[in-house]
């Protein structure tokens, strides 16, 4: 399989004018079709997510078979802890997978890794961001369902050295009222921009915006999928 081709972008002297004007741009139809559809299908298919949360100061990557074993009592327990770091403004719940737990996935998940990290792409992230430093970029697939969210933070780590993130969205249909949305706030925390995960769009924002994934409501049809990840100045 070859490297996806993505459709014909703005200028990227129009794309940077905005980036730097607003810390973030959104980038609709960015893969051609069919290739967006091998991206759909690998994501809804792939059995490889861990549910992902923070509790007691501990980031926890759990398997799903993992989390179905506990008993009842030990689900309230963990929950409510979650619940309560949430009310403070702290913490997530979601499923991810990296490249290295995509299992039958890997091959397509490994194939949009390598084009992330190709030159051509590469030169476009520092040119559009302006960031010279950037040589790499890392990946992620994200499964948010009923009840997931992530709530107001920063992407900032350092031995990352994270300069930018991105967010490609591959839901077949998603409302608004479903949550799920790419929410900016300012940095006293005031809500701003917020954007819908369009099907097939690519969304691209500074670290240093704080951002959030509104709570997926239990009536969204379907959960919200993404590859997502960071350009790097440090290499993989």
């Known amino acids: 399989m070859s490297l996806p081709n993505t459709l014909s972008l703005p200028a990227i002297e129009e794309l940077s004018s905005l980036y730097n004007e607003s810390g973030h741009i959104n980038l609709p139809r960015f893969f051609e079709p069919d290739f967006a559809e091998k991206l759909t299908s690998s994501l809804e298919q792939h059995d490889g997510y861990k549910l992902a949360t923070f509790i007691n100061n501990q980031v926890l990557n759990l398997p799903f078979s993992h989390w179905q074993s506990l008993s009842q009592q030990e689900k309230q327990s963990m929950h409510q802890q979650i619940m309560h770091n949430a009310s403070q403004g702290i913490g997530y719940l979601y499923g991810r997978s990296s490249l290295e737990t995509a299992g039958t996935q890997t091959s397509l998940f490994q194939l949009l890794a390598d084009w992330l990290n190709s030159a051509e792409v590469l030169a476009w992230a520092r040119q559009i961001t302006g960031l010279d430093d950037i040589c790499a970029a890392s990946l992620q697939a994200s499964r948010f369902s ?91």
């Open 146 to 236: 009923p009840g997931h969210f992530l709530t107001r933070h920063k992407d900032h780590h350092a031995s990352e050295q994270r300069r930018a993130a991105f967010v490609l969205n591959f839901n077949r249909e998603w409302h608004p009222d479903w949550g799920g949305l790419l929410q900016f706030y300012s940095q006293d925390g005031l809500p701003q921009k917020a954007w819908t995960p369009v099907y097939n769009s690519m969304n691209l924002f500074d670290v240093d915006r704080v951002h959030s994934v509104t709570y997926v409501t239990p009536f969204a049809r379907q959960p919200r999928f993404a590859f997502s990840g960071w350009f790097r100045a440090t290499p993989l």
